[in-house]
C-alpha cells in the first residue's frame, strides 16, 4: 500500500502526479465512509493534483481544529463548495475579485456522497454559515462505474475540475493543467473497467465449476453492493 495516493503500490498514482499551483486553496473534507468503502474514490488522487489543498477527514468539522484555524484566519475568503437556491454561482459571475479583496480563497469541498454530504453539513453549523459557491452547466458525469445518483452529480474529481474551470473564466484563477485532472480520471476508469472484466472472466470460470447450490448465499448489504467498485474475487473452495 502507498500511504501516500491509498493505492497498492504496484498501482501506485504519485509518479504520474505533478501538483499544480493554484491562487486558491482547496480543502477536502472526506466522510470516514468514503476512505473506508470506497477505495478508488476520486478525493485523495484530486488533493494530490493540487499544491495548495488539504484533506481532512471527519462528519462534523465544528471542532476541527485545523479547518477552523482556516476558517479563523483574516488573510483567508472561506467558502464552501454546496450548491444550495442562495450559494453563489461561479459561472454566472456572481463570484468577483472584489469580493474578496486582498484575501486567499479558501473552497471547502465535501468528498462524499450526497447522503453522507448532508450529514456533513448538518454536523457543522460553522460550515453552514460560510459563504456558498457553485457552477451550472458543467459537463455531465464521465463516471461509468460508479453511477451518480442524479445527472447533476460529479465526483470530486470532476467537481473540482469543473470549479477550476469556473474559476478561471471569473479571472480568480488560473488553472494550468486540466489535462491531468481528466487524463488521471480516465485512467482510472479504465483501470476499474479493466478489473471489473476480469472478475466477470473469473467469475464465470468459477460459477462453471460449481453447482449453484454449493454457492455462498452470503450477500452484502444492497447498498456495499452498489458501491462496491472492486468486485472481490474469492478463490473456488477446495
Ligand atoms: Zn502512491
Known sequence: MCYRCFWPQPLCWCGSI????????FVFLMHPNEFKRVKAGTGRLTHLCLADSELHMGVGFDEHEAVQ??????????????PTRDARDLSKGELQAADFEGKRLVVFLLDATW???RNMWRASPGLQRLPRIMFSNAA???FVIKRQPEPGCLSTLEATHELLLALERSGLDRYAQPEQLLGLFQRMQDF????????????VRRHARRPAA????RR??????RRRIFPVVTPAAG
Open 214 to 217: 454449493e454457492r455462498p448465499a
Open 18 to 25: 505533478t501538483p499544480m499551483p493554484t491562487r486558491t486553496k
Open 192 to 203: 476499474q473497467l479493466r478489473c471489473a472484466a476480469e472478475a466477470a472472466r473469473l467469475g
Open 220 to 225: 452484502p448489504a444492497d447498498g456495499a453492493r
Open 115 to 117: 447522503r453522507l454530504a
Open 69 to 82: 484555524a482556516l476558517i479563523r484566519d483574516p488573510q483567508n475568503f472561506p467558502v464552501l463548495l454546496y
Open 140 to 142: 455531465p458525469s464521465r
